[in-house]
């Protein structure tokens, strides 16, 4: 048609139909282009619709998966954590992967027979929690934590709609009992409920997982300062020694003396982390940290130390011991009496109750107290170990007191608290904050304090190892190491009375005690006498050998080499002094 005929045709439509015409498509347009325009913008327009309601269907699944599946808190997903290794690269601690059995209560169509379906594949799913999980509207309930692999075939082979399985990190430890109390352990979140897996927490590692960066790929191992060969031999021969002696409990420490860095720990009755309920038996504390105690008479060495760092006493100084110390209705006895004066040396190796307290009192309470708090004994120590106990100290500390805590009665302290004064004592006379990460000497001596001479320290190591030369340390003297160390017994306080026959025996040593570097402490509670005992429960007849046991295996371990024929202390470790006065 042409554009003559189109007017023509325009022409002879009734005014309305032009008039209409004109309103929708305006004058003069091409009718068919504006067509193919107009189905194009409603293609378009349907595309966006859909593709929005699309974009929405996926985020309502996506927010409610999410939050159904990590909103509360007991039904978060256990997020990953980072391996915990020995110092020597061994994994005390790390994740695997484990089916867990959920439930999403609104996709369920018959909630009683899946209810009956699940307990009967599971016997140990409890019915009346299960159905109070079930009977809700959540999106997601958890139902069974970590099931086995068989258990999730069978379960998935009864295709019960709205229950399925999620892959979670479960922690695991290879090395069991051996470092339990160090590790700690983890809830079924696998967040950290002890010992390092809770300092892990406390340290950035929650707010990683909180914030979704705690992946497995994101995450470094952990390197502790723990040498798992050394803690298997200590636990070993302190499992030995709590049988032998019929010992309520044992436990022992191995540090080195100039970083700090503990080795070893081990406190038995201890527990499987695999098997969190052994956990909770008041009887598995450890011992070491939470506890505290009477130390004996190892705070004999304090005492003599406080006296040496004054300059005004000598070794060769003189202490009145003939006969008990009386003060008001209380008298101080020695074990073994001598009925004489004794020198420094001897009130040491002696291990002279009545020659300890008569040097503590020569100092004076104040002084007693001010050197006791610089040795970090008045204080709750804190390492990275969350656990942790304060000593328990006289509230009011008077002269009878410093006579008793003199010879290590009367006043509380954790154990690790007391082998990190001793360390100070041999290690030139730094105090160190111990630790359970490793730690190099020169980062060490940035956190060092320097607390006694140098060459009181020198003397204490020739004290240390006299005694195990002459002395109480006599049976923990292992040929080749050139040991040093100080015994203690304490009798138990039962009943707010001190019970003779209930005792907890110490001993604390040193090697080598020329050059001190490591220190090893064996404890044992409440040892009983034995035939070969010749029916004594003290300190050198069941720690000392202990300690002697223990540091013939790993010596050799911590590369302590052999040294014989070596002079006795008086010539290697004096020589260097100006005066062993």
């Not at 051996?178 to 590692?205: C, F």
């Not at 497995?216 to 020694?241: C, G, T, W």
């Not at 969190?276 to 008041?282: L, N, Y």
Request: aromatic content about 6%.
């Amino acid at each position: 048609m042409t554009s003559r005929e189109l007017v023509v045709q325009k022409s002879q439509e009734p005014w309305r139909q032009r008039l209409v015409r004109s309103l929708l498509y305006g004058r003069n347009v091409d009718r068919a282009a504006k067509a193919r325009a107009r189905v194009g913008f409603v293609m378009l327009a349907f595309v966006a619709i859909y593709a929005v309601i699309g974009g929405r269907l996926v985020m309502f699944a996506a927010a409610d998966n999410h939050g159904s599946r990590r909103g509360a808190g007991q039904d978060a997903i256990a997020t990953a954590r980072p391996n915990i290794v020995d110092r020597n690269g061994e994994i005390l601690a790390t994740d695997v992967k484990a089916p867990s059995l959920f439930g999403e209560p609104r996709r369920i169509i018959d909630k009683d027979e899946a209810i009956e379906l699940l307990t009967a594949t599971l016997p140990d799913l409890d019915t009346i929690e299960t159905r109070e999980r079930l009977s809700g509207r959540k999106g997601f309930v958890w139902l069974k934590r970590e099931i086995s692999p068989q258990q999730q075939q069978e379960i998935h082979r009864l295709g019960i709609p709205g229950i399925g399985f999620l892959r979670e990190n479960k922690r695991v430890y290879p090395t069991g009992n051996e470092v339990a109390h160090l590790i700690g352990l983890v809830n079924i979140d696998n967040q950290g409920i002890a010992g390092m897996e809770k300092w892990l927490d406390n340290n950035g590692l929650a707010d990683l997982h909180r914030a979704g960066f705690a992946t497995d790929r994101l995450q470094r191992p952990i390197e502790l300062s723990v040498d798992l060969r050394v803690e298997h031999a200590l636990r070993d021969e302190l499992l030995k020694a709590k049988e032998k002696f019929h010992a309520k409990a044992a436990s022992g420490l191995v540090t080195n003396v100039r970083t700090g860095e503990v080795i070893a720990m081990v406190s038995v009755p201890d527990f499987d982390p695999n098997n969190p309920k052994e956990a909770h038996d008041p009887d598995r504390i450890n011992r070491l940290t939470t506890g505290v105690y009477e130390m004996g008479s190892t705070f004999k060495a304090f005492t003599l130390a406080m006296a040496l760092d004054t300059g005004k006493y000598g070794l060769d100084s003189q202490w009145d011991a003939r006969g008990p110390l009386h003060y008001g209705k209380f008298a101080i006895h020695d074990d073994e009496p001598k009925g004489r004066f004794l020198n420094m040396k001897e009130v040491f190796t002696f291990s002279s109750n009545v020659g300890a307290a008569r040097i503590a009192l020569a100092q004076g309470v104040d002084a007693h107290k001010a050197f006791l708090r610089k040795m970090g004994q008045l204080d709750r120590l804190r390492t990275e170990l969350p656990e942790s106990a304060a000593p328990l100290v006289p509230h009011h500390w008077g002269e009878l007191n410093t006579i008793t805590i003199a010879f290590g009665h009367g006043m509380a302290v954790a154990p690790l608290q007391a082998v990190m004064g001793v360390s100070a004592l041999v290690n030139g006379g730094y105090l160190i904050p111990p630790t359970f990460l490793k730690r190099s000497e020169d980062e060490a001596m940035q956190l060092a304090k320097r607390v006694i001479r140098p060459e009181t320290s020198e003397k204490m190591r020739f004290l240390m190892r006299l005694n195990a030369e002459i002395g109480t340390a006599r049976k923990a003297d292992v040929k080749g190491y050139y040991i040093g160390g100080k015994t203690g017994t304490a009798e138990k306080v039962i009943n707010g009375r001190y019970a003779k026959k209930r005792v907890l025996t110490a001993f604390t040593a040193i090697l080598p005690a020329d050059k001190p570097r490591y220190q090893v402490l064996i404890m044992l509670d409440e040892p009983q006498p034995l035939k070969e005992t010749y029916g004594f429960i003290t300190s050198g007849w069941n720690a000392v050998p202990t300690a002697g046991n223990v540091i013939s295996r790993i010596a050799p371990i911590l590369g302590v080499e052999p040294r014989f024929d070596l002079p006795p202390s008086d010539r290697l470790i004096l020589a260097a002094s100006r005066t062993t006065q």
